[in-house]
């Protein structure tokens, strides 16, 4: 099947127009229920029932961004003991307490 140049065009322009409704920048007030949204979901509040469009993405998005910050804080602990243990004796440039010395 052949396409003309004028329905490509017609397709593109329908393509486009169709794009361009979809990325739209949110209203004030759906801006401010996702970082309502956010604010419960990162501080583990639980989600309002009531919220608007922007409350339930930003409440997951807080989940998430709280789980992230969770799971750094706890590797930190993490490496915090095992680096001198483990490298103590095996680099000759590690002190006792993981620190470096030339």
């Known amino acids: 099947m052949k396409i003309t ?3 490509l065009k017609r397709i593109i322009r329908e393509v486009l127009e169709r794009d361009e ?3 739209t920048q949110p209203s004030p007030e759906e801006d401010a229920e996702y970082d309502r949204g956010y604010d419960d979901g ?3 509040y639980p989600q309002d029932p009531a919220g608007g469009p922007g409350y339930y ?3 997951e998005s807080g989940e998430n961004a709280a789980a992230d910050e969770d799971e750094l804080e706890e590797g930190d602990a993490m490496m915090g003991v095992a680096i001198p ?3 103590q004796g095996s680099l000759p440039n590690v ?3 993981g620190q470096w010395w030339e």
Request: hydrophobic fraction near 20%; glycine fraction near 12%.
């Open 5 to 7: 140049k004028r329905q």
């Open 57 to 59: 993405p930003g409440y």
């Open 21 to 23: 409704d979809q990325f």
């Open 42 to 44: 990162f501080n583990g």
């Open 85 to 87: 243990n483990t490298l």
């Open 95 to 97: 002190t006792a307490t």
